[in-house]
């Protein structure tokens, strides 16, 4: 770390970026992600490549500092010639019919599935291209599915056997964060309530069995579940409420919006739900855990 220290003191753009990437994850030192991004910011300045990138994605998004999002854009053009997906993010971004701060201006109507739980479904949220791309991005990065443990950590279970891959908050690039924003839109929420959004994979044989998203051991709690359908060739594999006749097999681009907790902040016994087992091909979801209050950092 002393080198690290040496060599970003004197504004050397890898010396800066290891930085950056130490003080965001901690470990060798307290996790600090404003800290991280000036860092991120510097290194960028001093012309790095992969912190130019990183510097984008948290403007664009305003995660641990200010959100810009029209010099995110206008970063991203220039980016082009440094990370091929900059032109592809822009070319998904233009067909979203966002505001200047990247707000979608038309949502689309949700049809209302169920009272209790409070279900409702949102047919065409994603476009095909959109589900594409985040397929692409999840392609080669899954790994085994963790549970939160209400300790503020997270570990295997064989409640949950399927594989997923975390966008977290480095990565979450300008068409994530403004597929998040949509997200915040149709659930009333703000963006920053998420947590980040995971890519979920099941193939034959995977599930995750009944449980509450609703986690007692958390102060800010995930108050709604939002999933992706990025996909429908496949049998089984239906979100299915356990206490009520409710089964949701969505069609690639729907969004399935759910609330785990009752008016007056505790779960709902009716939000109880699983992923139930393929059984032949493979399911993908995006999904997005929307807490009480901020969380992202
Ligand atoms: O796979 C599903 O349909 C449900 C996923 C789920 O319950 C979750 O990720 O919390
Ligand atoms: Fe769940």
Known sequence: MFLVRQLAAHGHPDGLFVLGRHLWSGGLVTSDPVAAREQFDRAARAGHGPARILSTNLLASGIAGPRNWLTALSRMSDERAIDPRR??????????????????????????????????????FATAAECAYLLELGSRNYRPAEINDGRGGTRLDPIRNSDEFTIHWLIEDPVVHAINRRIAAVAASEADRGEAMQLLRYRPGQRYRAHYDYNPGLDNQRELTALIYLNHDYKGGETSFIKTALKVKGRKGDLLLFRNTLSDGSVDPMSEHEGSSIISGTKYLASRWIRERRFAP
Do not use: Y
Request: net charge positive; proline share 11%; hydrophobic share 35%.
């Open 87 to 124: 032109k592809l993010q822009i070319e998904l971004l233009s067909r979203m019919t966002l505001n200047s701060a990247g707000q979608p201006e038309r949502l689309r109507k949700p049809e209302r599935l169920s009272d209790l739980p409070d279900a409702q479904l949102f047919p065409g």
